[in-house]
């Protein structure tokens, strides 16, 4: 079971920037996704960004433009780049690697933009 580590949460203003990373602990062969979901208090987890196994990007409606996802040569590491924080991007962040034979789940890390 691989394992994923997480890093870069924190607390900022409305309009700071953060720069989450997640590394996994060995190679990941032939990921189809690489991404990055959240979780707020009382509602469903959803995906935030993600980079599918040909380099294409996807991202929430709410976060375009504002958020960059961006993975290492090795496949090992991405990162998603956080500007323009709004109150909204509260919540946990949780790291997704995907290959056809499952997923890993990173532990998660808090994230809180205050007003």
Do not use: H
């Amino acid at each position: 079971q691989v394992q994923l580590a997480e890093s870069g949460g924190g607390l900022v203003q409305a309009g700071g920037s953060l720069t989450l990373s997640c590394t996994a602990s060995r190679n990941i062969y032939s990921p189809t996704a690489m991404g990055w979901y959240r979780q707020a208090p009382g509602k469903q987890r959803e995906l935030v960004a993600a980079i599918l196994g040909g380099g294409i990007t996807n991202y929430a409606d709410s976060v375009r433009g504002r958020f960059n996802i961006s993975r290492d040569k090795r496949l090992t590491t991405v990162t998603l780049q956080m500007n323009n924080l709004k109150p909204e991007d509260t919540g946990v962040y949780y790291c997704n690697f995907k290959n056809p034979w499952g997923d890993s789940w990173g532990q998660g890390t808090q994230v809180t933009v205050s007003s």
